[in-house]
T-cell receptor, first 117, second 110 residues
Framework: DARVTQTPRHKVTEMGQEVTMRCQPI?????VFWYRQTMMQGLELLAY????????DSGMPKDRFSAEMPDATLATLKIQPSEPRDSAVYFC???????FGSGNTIYFGEGSWLTVV | DQQVKQNSPSLSVQEGRISILNCDYT??????FLWYKKYPAEGPTFLIS?????DKNEDGRFTVFLNKSAKHLSLHIVPSQPGDSAVYFC?????????FGQGTELSVKP
């Protein structure tokens, strides 16, 4: 049963601490997205990668957020330093592979629930 | 700048009746539109999609309508069932990049 796996599922941290969220996309998928769910913005696109290369990270606060794909099976989203306003659910999604485009659906993980106190 | 907007945060309908969820977009470059459904504590799951070259796509109880001139799409659920109660997200795609709306929480009452 192929699925997108995210860790941790829940994280409570103190303001100023570094937070790293990890995502394992579905095997063979070459496009990976990071979204943040908030009440006001809904599902907000933070960044996305194709074939491990970042295509768009304009939705991400550059001063404290960073996203990488060290290899095809791992995507990371890091917040340093974390702030209370970063509290949200962070979703990873993947789609693919060759020829992936607008008509293709993407598959979401179960999310990482982050609380910064 | 919200490129995809769902202006109704919530909708309540009676079981068996029609549910109509609406979505507006601003970017005419979007070429596919999708609806996702989300239950609490789960990730969104794909429901139905439509290409920009079509005006209607139907899958069982779910139908999506696209009005390109108005930059508007809607999802119709007929008949609505209590199990349809969830948050519904509209999404628009351009070159594989998906932009989502704020979501509409649908409650179907028995």
């Amino acid at each position: 049963d192929a699925r997108v796996t995210q860790t941790p599922r829940h994280k409570v941290t103190e303001m100023g601490q570094e937070v790293t969220m990890r995502c394992q996309p579905i095997l063979g998928h070459n496009t990976v997205f990071w979204y943040r769910q908030t009440m006001m913005q809904g599902l907000e696109l933070l960044a996305y990668f194709r074939n491990r290369a970042p295509l768009d990270d304009s939705g991400m606060p550059k001063d404290r957020f960073s996203a990488e794909m060290p290899d095809a099976t791992l995507a990371t989203l890091k917040i340093q330093p974390s702030e209370p306003r970063d509290s949200a659910v962070y979703f990873c999604a993947s789609g693919g592979g060759e020829g992936f485009g607008s008509g293709n659906t993407i598959y979401f993980g179960e999310g990482s629930w982050l609380t910064v106190v | 700048d919200q490129q995809v907007k769902q202006n109704s945060p919530s909708l309540s309908v009676q079981e068996g009746r029609i549910s109509i969820l609406n979505c507006d977009y601003t970017n005419s470059m979007f070429d596919y539109f999708l609806w996702y459904k989300k239950y609490p504590a789960e990730g969104p799951t794909f429901l139905i999609s439509i290409s920009s070259i079509k005006d209607k796509n139907e899958d069982g109880r779910f139908t999506v309508f696209l009005n390109k001139s108005a930059k508007h799409l809607s999802l119709h659920i007929v008949p609505s069932q209590p199990g349809d109660s969830a948050v519904y997200f509209c999404a628009a795609s351009s070159w594989g990049k998906l932009i989502f709306g704020q979501g509409t929480e649908l409650s179907v009452k028995p």
